[in-house]
């Protein structure tokens, strides 16, 4: 195995156990060997089941807590808001609503865990 694909599976293996388990951070990061820093470092936004009401992209939980409290951010146009709020609003490119000027895919390092 070469140091490329264990990094690849460090940082796979830190966002499996910072968004799948219960352990806290600091047990996740002694688990791993690393600092609280560098496991952040590792995260990745989770992303969430609505799309941003101002351009279509996948919302992302940008971290735990986020998604703890119903929090969702766009990757792609910055909006930020609720679940809630995003699943309510129209979207764009629907009947009646305004397209989005520029790509919806989601952002380009976003991956699901």
């Not at 929090?71 to 679940?83: D, K, N, R």
Request: with cysteine; glycine share 6%; net charge negative.
């Amino acid at each position: 195995m070469d140091a490329s694909t264990s990094a690849l599976e460090a940082d796979d293996r830190a966002n499996e156990l910072y968004w799948g388990s219960e352990l806290s951070v600091n047990q996740i990061a002694d688990t791993l060997d690393l600092s609280k820093g560098a496991l952040y470092e590792l995260i990745r936004p989770l992303p969430a089941s609505v799309t941003c009401p101002q351009c279509a992209t996948e919302t992302e939980h940008p971290n735990r807590t986020a998604k703890e409290r119903g929090l969702v951010a766009c990757p792609w146009c910055g909006w930020e808001g609720t679940e809630a709020d995003a699943a309510e609003a129209p979207v764009p490119g629907e009947p009646g609503v305004p397209r989005a000027p520029f790509p919806v895919t989601a952002h380009p390092t976003a991956r699901a865990p």
